[in-house]
C-alpha cells in the first residue's frame, strides 16, 4: 500500500530529477561528453562498415546511413532495457525509502536514454544529408516526435517487465547481455532485409523490433511513415504493456522486500 | 479519522526461497542459522494504534520485527495478513544515506531527496534555506555528498524530514543525530512538530531518548507485542527483562564453568 501520494506533476517533477542526475553524470565534460556519447556508436557502426561493405563486400548503397538510422535507434532500446533491468536491485535503499517500488525508475532509465537519442539528434541528420545525400524533410517535425512516443510506450513495457523479473531471478541481467547482441543479428541491422532469402522473409516480418528500427530507417531514408510496420510495433507496444501489466500486479509488491 | 496511524491484526512472512541464481545454486543458498531469524512469522497478530499528534515509539532486541514493522508502514513491504492503515503525509527516515546520491551535492540531494518524499519543486525551494540552516552544514551544502562525514549525512537527512510538512513521521533510530546542541535542537524541532499534530512513529534503542520523546509505545519480541503502554514503563519493564536475561546467562555460563 503506498503512503507517498503522488500527484502527476510531482511525479513529473521527481522523473526530472532522476533523469537530470544521471545525465549530468553522462555529460560531465560538457562538449567532450556530448562527443564521447555519440562516439561509441558511431565507431560500432564505423567497425561493422569495414566488417560488411569493406571485407565481406556486402552490396548496399548508403549502407552507412543505414547503419547510422538503425543503430542509434537501438542503442536506446537496448540500453533503456538493460539500464532498467538493474535498476531495482541498484537503487535498492532508494525503494526502501520510497514506499512503493515504484515504476518510476525503469521509466527514467527510458527516458533518459531517449534524451540521449534526441540529443544525437542532429548528428544522425547530419550524416543522413551530408554521407547520404538525402533531403531533410519538414516532415520530420512531426513524425520525429510520433515516433519517439512510439519507441518510449514500446520500451518502456519491456524495461519495465524485466526490472522487475530481475529481482526475483538475478541473472536476467546477464542473460539479456547475450540475448540482445543475439537479437540485434537476428534482426536486419546490420544487413538490409533484402538479402534474407525470400522464403524466410515473413519470419523476419515477425520481429517487432525489425518493424520499429525498419520505421526509423524509413523516416530518415525516405521522409515516410512506414504505417504497416509502425502499425505493427504498436500492436506490439500494447500487448507488451498489458503484459507487463499483469506481472506488475504480481510482482511489485514483494519488490521491496527482495531488493 | 482520529488515528493518523492504525494498525490491525498484522501479520507478516519472509518466505523461505531467496531470489534465484546461477550462484546461489552453485554455491548452495544459505539458511539463517540465528533462531530469531529464522522463525516463521516476522511479525504475528500485530496491533496498535497512535492517535493524531502523538509520539509513538517501538522497542525490542535486535531481530523482534521492528523495521519489519517501519517498512510495512512505509508501504515498501506488504503484509501478509491484517489491516495497516495511515493518513496524512508520511515522511521516513529508515536508513542514513539511502536515497542520497553521492555524487550530487548536498543542494542537489535535498532536491531529490524532498522528490522522493513526495514534495514539489516549489515546495522545497522555499524551505530550502531553512533546511540548510538547520543542517549547521553551511558551505558545505554546496559540495559532493561523498565528501561528508556520516555525522553530516544524519542532520542533512533529519533537516530535511522535519521540514518536509509530513504529518507523519517514520524515523528508524536516527533519531537525534550531532553534537549535545544540535540534539538538543532535534528534540525541540520534534516537539514543536508535535504541537502542529504531527505524528511520530520511532524505532529506538536508546531508552533515555525514546521516553523523552514518546509518550506510548510497545515493546516487541519475536515478531509479537509484548508490553504495551505509556512509554516510561515500557521501556522500564523492557530493560528490566534484558538485565535479568544477562544475569540468568551470566549464572548459567558461571554453571557450566563448575
Not at chain 1, 25 to 53: D, E, Q, S
Not at chain 2, 147 to 163: C, E, K, N, Q, V
Request: charged share 20%; proline share 5%.
Amino acid at each position: 500500500m503506498p503512503t507517498v501520494k503522488r500527484s502527476p506533476r510531482q511525479f513529473a517533477e521527481f522523473l526530472y530529477l532522476l533523469a537530470r542526475q544521471e545525465l549530468k553524470a553522462r555529460y560531465k565534460g560538457r562538449f567532450l561528453g556530448y562527443v564521447w556519447a555519440l562516439a561509441y556508436t558511431f565507431a560500432l557502426a564505423f567497425v561493422y562498415w569495414i566488417a560488411f561493405k569493406i571485407i565481406m563486400r556486402l552490396d548496399m548503397p548508403n549502407y552507412s546511413v543505414y547503419l547510422i538510422a538503425g543503430m542509434f535507434p537501438w542503442a536506446w532500446l537496448s540500453v533503456g532495457v538493460t539500464s532498467a533491468t538493474r535498476s531495482f536491485v541498484v537503487n535498492a535503499p532508494l525503494i526502501k525509502e520510497m514506499g512503493l517500488a515504484h515504476a518510476i525508475l525503469p521509466l527514467s532509465n527510458v527516458v533518459q536514454e531517449m534524451v540521449h537519442f534526441i540529443l544525437a539528434l542532429p548528428a544522425v541528420i547530419a550524416w543522413v544529408v551530408l554521407a547520404g545525400g538525402y533531403d531533410a524533410a519538414v516532415s520530420w517535425l512531426w513524425q520525429i516526435p510520433l515516433m519517439l512516443a512510439l519507441q518510449v510506450a514500446f520500451v518502456y513495457p519491456l524495461a519495465l517487465a524485466f526490472a522487475l523479473i530481475n529481482v526475483h531471478v538475478r541473472d536476467t541481467e546477464p542473460l539479456l547481455g547475450i540475448g540482445f547482441p543475439l537479437l540485434f543479428f537476428a534482426t536486419p541491422m546490420v544487413y538490409p532485409i533484402s538479402i534474407v532469402p525470400e522464403p524466410l522473409h515473413q519470419y523476419f516480418e515477425l520481429n517487432p523490433f525489425h518493424a520499429l528500427m525498419e520505421s526509423w530507417r524509413s523516416l530518415f531514408m525516405a521522409g515516410a511513415l512506414d504505417l504497416p510496420h509502425i502499425a505493427y510495433a504498436a500492436g506490439f507496444a500494447l500487448a507488451a504493456g498489458a503484459v507487463t501489466w499483469l506481472l506488475y500486479r504480481k510482482l511489485a509488491p514483494r519488490v521491496g522486500e527482495l531488493v | 479519522m482520529t488515528h493518523a496511524v492504525l494498525c490491525e491484526d498484522l501479520w507478516k512472512t519472509y518466505q523461505r526461497h531467496r531470489p534465484l541464481g546461477v550462484k546461489s545454486l552453485l554455491l548452495g543458498a544459505d539458511p539463517p542459522r540465528d533462531t530469531r531469524f529464522a522463525r516463521e512469522w516476522a511479525l504475528s497478530e500485530l496491533g496498535f494504534q497512535v492517535p493524531r499528534g502523538r509520539s509513538f515509539g517501538v522497542i525490542g532486541p535486535n531481530g523482534s520485527g521492528k523495521t519489519t514493522l517501519l517498512s510495512i508502514l512505509l508501504g515498501t513491504v506488504k503484509e501478509d495478513r491484517g489491516r495497516v492503515s495511515l493518513s496524512g503525509r508520511v515522511a521516513s527516515l529508515l536508513e542514513l544515506g539511502a536515497g542520497f546520491h553521492g555524487d550530487l551535492t548536498g543542494r542537489e540531494n535535498v532536491f531529490l531527496y524532498g522528490s522522493i518524499l513526495g514534495m514539489r519543486l516549489a515546495e522545497i525551494r522555499r524551505r530550502f534555506e531553512n533546511i540548510a540552516e538547520f543542517s549547521e552544514l553551511e558551505r558545505a551544502i554546496e559540495q559532493p555528498l561523498r565528501t561528508y562525514s556520516a555525522g553530516m549525512i544524519a542532520r542533512l537527512g533529519f533537516s530535511i524530514i522535519i521540514h518536509s510538512a509530513a504529518d507523519i513521521l517514520l524515523i528508524d533510530e536516527v533519531l537525534a543525530v550531532g553534537d549535545a546542541s544540535f540534539q538538543a535542537k532535534c528534540h525541540r524541532a520534534l516537539r514543536e512538530f508535535r504541537a502542529r499534530s504531527g505524528t511520530l512513529v520511532i524505532v529506538s534503542h536508546n531508552m533515555k531518548e525514546v521516553t523523552e520523546v514518546c509518550d506510548e509505545g510497545i515493546c516487541l519480541d519475536l515478531g509479537r507485542v509484548v508490553d504495551a503502554g505509556p512509554m516510561g514503563g515500557v521501556a522500564a519493564r523492557y530493560q528490566e527483562r534484558m538485565a535479568a536475561a544477562e544475569s540468568g546467562k551470566i549464572k548459567a555460563s558461571a554453571h557450566a564453568d563448575r
